[in-house]
């Protein structure tokens, strides 16, 4: 059974970090492309980074280059999103999801990823 489960959200003052974890269960996480989506209060979901080990790619949103950085640890099959300097901004949810067509893309667009974890809420404070 296909499952991801997040998890590492929490509060934080601006300036602070925190390390989201992806649970997968299913697949291997680094046979799919996988990512991290943010949903801020009331605006849409945007992929934040994304990562395909066996395709060689990776994405990064422009707005957490130097801060953000996605890794994953294929002997735990988790996906992790080490977030530093937290901005106001990073405020919402985090999700997880992935890709598990039988291509290698592995873009930022959210509408091209089928399978989603719960979310878990990040909240920075000023």
């Known amino acids: 059974q296909v499952q991801l489960v997040e998890s590492g959200g929490g509060s934080v003052q601006s300036g602070g970090s925190l390390r989201l974890s992806c649970r997968v269960s299913g697949f291997s996480v680094s046979s799919r492309c996988i990512g991290w989506f943010h949903q801020a209060p009331g605006k849409e979901r945007e992929a934040v980074a994304t990562?395909?080990?066996?395709?060689?790619?990776?994405y990064l949103a422009d707005s957490v280059e130097g801060r953000f950085t996605i890794s994953q640890d294929n002997a735990e099959n988790t996906l992790y999103l080490q977030m530093n300097r937290l901005k106001s901004d990073d405020t919402g949810v985090y999700y997880c999801?992935?890709?598990?067509?039988?291509?290698?893309?592995?873009?930022?667009?959210?509408?091209?990823?089928?399978?989603w974890g719960q979310g878990t809420q990040v909240t920075v404070s000023s």
């Open positions: 999801a992935a890709r598990l067509v039988d291509d290698r893309w592995c873009g930022p667009a959210e509408f091209m990823y089928r399978t």
């Open positions: 990562i395909f080990t066996e395709a060689e790619s990776t």
